[in-house]
């Protein structure tokens, strides 16, 4: 996701960038606990740590501070929709641990500015329409939207910085569990990033799969499958309706 920063107010440094390669200050809720231990053990875990130590060091400014948040606000078991971003925005201020959703007092990015369009136009709802007021998503995590990342840091200015570093493997390994465990659940892959993942997803669970272009401005109109239009919003509720949650 790239945007520049427009933040307008970005606080302590402390509370917006990584202080910290201890994957002990970033807390999840129970039920990821132990996909996160088994990764950061692993030898892709420890070399990412080494490396987000390194660009530490190195005075790097890094965001999100909390890498791992989306786990600590949505529990396994609590999700029931996922949406899928790329790495988090590089602009000082905005990334806040989950996709797409940028702390309180900043400005709208225009791919957040999208999906809200697209949320009013299928849901009929007011503009901005959920959260109010701004683009933080917090809200929707706590309601059972994982907001996945697959790359979960990055360095000011620079957009896919920490990419292929290591997070993939954690991030595929969160959307396969999710998408293997018994309860249907809705899938939003927009953009061919995204629709990558479709693999970890399987066919015989019941799950509800939608892609479409990414709503970045760039893509969010063109074909095949314009962001725009798209109706993945009420298709979401007419599922999440259907199951019963």
Same mark, same amino acid.
């Given at each position: 996701?790239?945007?520049?920063?427009?933040?307008?107010?970005?606080?302590?440094?402390?509370?917006?960038?990584?202080?910290?390669?201890?994957?002990?200050?970033?807390?999840?809720?129970?039920?990821?606990?132990?996909?996160?231990?088994?990764?950061?053990?692993?030898?892709?875990?420890?070399?990412?740590?080494?490396?987000?130590?390194?660009?530490?060091?190195?005075?790097?400014?890094? $965001? *999100? !501070?909390? +890498? %791992?948040?989306?786990?600590? =606000?949505?529990?396994?078991? @609590?999700?029931? #929709?996922?949406? &899928?971003?790329?790495?988090?925005?590089?602009?000082?201020?905005?990334?806040?641990?989950?996709?797409?959703?940028?702390?309180?007092?900043?400005?709208?990015?225009?791919?957040?500015?999208?999906?809200?369009?697209?949320?009013?136009?299928?849901?009929?709802?007011? $503009? *901005? !329409?959920? +959260? %109010?007021?701004?683009?933080? =998503?917090?809200?929707?995590? @706590?309601?059972? #939207?994982?907001? &996945?990342?697959?790359?979960?840091?990055?360095?000011?200015?620079?957009?896919?910085?920490?990419?292929?570093?290591?997070?993939?493997?954690?991030?595929?390994?969160?959307?396969?569990?999710?998408?293997?465990?018994?309860?249907?659940?809705?899938?939003?892959?927009?953009?061919?990033?995204?629709?990558?993942?479709?693999?970890?997803?399987?066919?015989?669970?019941?799950?509800? #799969?939608?892609?479409?272009?990414?709503?970045?401005?760039?893509?969010?109109?063109?074909?095949?499958?314009?962001?725009?239009?798209?109706?993945?919003?009420?298709?979401?509720?007419?599922?999440?309706?259907?199951?019963?949650?």
């Amino acid at each position: 996701m790239n945007h520049a920063s427009q933040s307008l107010n970005t606080g302590d440094s402390a509370q917006t960038q990584l202080t910290s390669a201890d994957p002990a200050q970033w807390p999840v809720a129970p039920g990821w606990q132990a996909l996160v231990d088994a990764f950061f053990a692993g030898s892709t875990g420890q070399g990412l740590l080494q490396f987000l130590q390194q660009r530490l060091d190195a005075g790097a400014v890094i $965001f *999100p !501070p909390k +890498p %791992l948040r989306a786990l600590a =606000l949505t529990p396994p078991e @609590e999700v029931r #929709v996922v949406i &899928l971003g790329q790495d988090p925005y590089h602009g000082r201020g905005q990334a806040e641990g989950l996709a797409f959703s940028v702390a309180s007092g900043v400005r709208l990015p225009p791919s957040l500015q999208n999906i809200f369009k697209e949320m009013q136009r299928d849901l009929g709802t007011s $503009f *901005p !329409p959920f +959260p %109010l007021p701004g683009g933080s =998503l917090v809200s929707w995590a @706590e309601h059972g #939207v994982l907001l &996945l990342n697959t790359c979960l840091t990055v360095e000011e200015g620079q957009a896919a910085s920490h990419a292929k570093r290591g997070w993939e493997e954690l991030t595929d390994a969160i959307i396969r569990h999710v998408a293997e465990q018994g309860r249907p659940t809705v899938f939003m892959l927009w953009g061919s990033h995204a629709q990558s993942k479709r693999v970890f997803i399987p066919r015989d669970r019941g799950h509800l #799969v939608l892609t479409s272009n990414h709503p970045s401005p760039l893509s969010a109109l063109r074909p095949p499958v314009p962001f725009i239009g798209n109706g993945h919003f009420g298709k979401a509720r007419e599922f999440r309706l259907r199951h019963g949650y």
